[in-house]
């Protein structure tokens, strides 16, 4: 069984771009969260999908969205990028009512330059 | 508010020697907790749960809810267990976890 699949995983955006990671869960999983992970921050969480609606939202600013597909794949996107974005996003996927146990990516490593 | 708090950031130990990873947590409720443990090149993986109770690789990990704490344990380290140790909650029945800093666990031989 194929685990949870991030493209791209490495990209260079410049300041100000946007940028569009994909995710695509473990088969079966219908729930997708992420996460950014930063030396300073730790792992942060960003937001949760279900069946294509946004459960929970974390606080970050509006310049990150996300959306979940039909299939559970998802996408996040960060808007006019800013330098403090860089860093790992990390997308997981789970079972609806599996009691938490969360599944992660590799992760994609943005840097903004 | 949810906080996870992991005072070590580097915990450096010699094989075969006991190893206690610290985790404290501010929540007010009945969390869930969890040790993720992320190996060199690897990606984050759930070690263990409280609610399952379960040893895994040797660790164990208690839940004490007067001291809020949830310290990881394992009596006798091995090499292969140097990596970076996260402790998370979460709210039953979401997906969002809070993490905290995390901390690097080095066994020297």
């Known amino acids: 069984k194929a685990g949870v699949t991030q493209t791209p995983r490495y990209l260079i955006k410049t300041r100000g771009q946007q940028v569009t990671l994909s995710c695509s869960p473990i088969?079966?999983?219908?729930?997708v969260s992420w996460y950014q992970q930063t030396p300073g921050q730790g792992l942060q969480f960003l937001f949760e999908?279900?069946?294509?609606?946004?459960?929970n939202k974390g606080n970050f600013p509006g310049r990150f969205s996300g959306r979940q597909f039909s299939n559970s794949r998802s996408e996040m996107n960060v808007s006019t990028l800013e330098l403090g974005d860089s860093a790992l996003y990390l997308c997981a996927s789970s079972l609806p009512d599996s009691g938490n146990t969360i599944y992660f990516g590799e992760g994609s490593w943005l840097t903004v330059v | 508010a949810q906080r996870v708090t992991q005072p070590e950031k580097l915990l450096s130990v010699f094989k075969g020697a006991p190893v206690e990873l610290k985790c404290n947590y501010s929540y007010s409720g009945s969390p869930e907790l969890f040790w993720y443990v992320q190996y060199s090149r690897q990606r984050l993986q759930l070690l263990l749960r409280h609610i399952s109770r379960e040893s895994i690789k040797g660790f164990t990990a208690d839940l004490n809810k007067g001291e809020t704490s949830f310290h990881l344990k394992k009596p006798f380290a091995q090499e292969e267990d140097s990596a970076m140790y996260y402790c998370?909650?979460?709210?039953?029945?979401?997906?969002?976890?809070?993490f905290g800093k995390g901390t690097k666990l080095t066994v020297n031989p």
């Open positions: 998370a909650l979460s709210r039953g029945g979401s997906e969002k976890l809070v």
């Open positions: 088969s079966g999983h219908r729930s």
């Open positions: 999908y279900f069946s294509e609606t946004q459960r």
